[in-house]
């Protein structure tokens, strides 16, 4: 099966998600939402769009051998150590605002551990195989015992 036509999207869709959405307000971080000509609309940042644009980068990574997917990848690893992740109460904030403070305006309370544990294992651990899912890939680089 030819899946190029798979890559060459999956780039085009990174590079516009990064032009459009990181730190086009002046501050770090993904907008949460742009308008249909690429304007911010919501500039608040959540934690699934961080998690998700790491995991993005990461998967890019193993796909290409890019290593600007690298520098992606560790540029907002270190933003969301440096924003999302709550030292004192543990976790990650789910929100923050357009200054990248903590903020509950959309939701709160802490944010779910699927985005954040996914980004991370995919950061993590290059050399696992790019499947349909991570836990796919993952039980597939588990070692079989019996």
Partial sequence: MNTDWMRSAAVTLFDRAVGEGWSVDGNEGFLYTVGWEGEPVVRRRLHWVAAEAISAAAIL??????????????????????????????????????????????????????????????????DLPVRASLASAVAEQRPRHG
């Fill in 61 to 126: 990574l193993t796909v290409t051998g890019e290593p600007r997917y690298a520098e992606w990848r560790d540029r907002w690893i270190s933003f969301v150590q440096n924003y999302f992740v709550d030292l004192e109460r543990g976790s990650w904030h789910h929100e923050l605002d357009p200054e990248n403070q903590p903020s509950p305006l959309i939701k709160q309370g802490k944010a779910d551990i699927y985005h954040s544990s996914q980004a991370m294992l995919l950061a993590g651990f290059p």
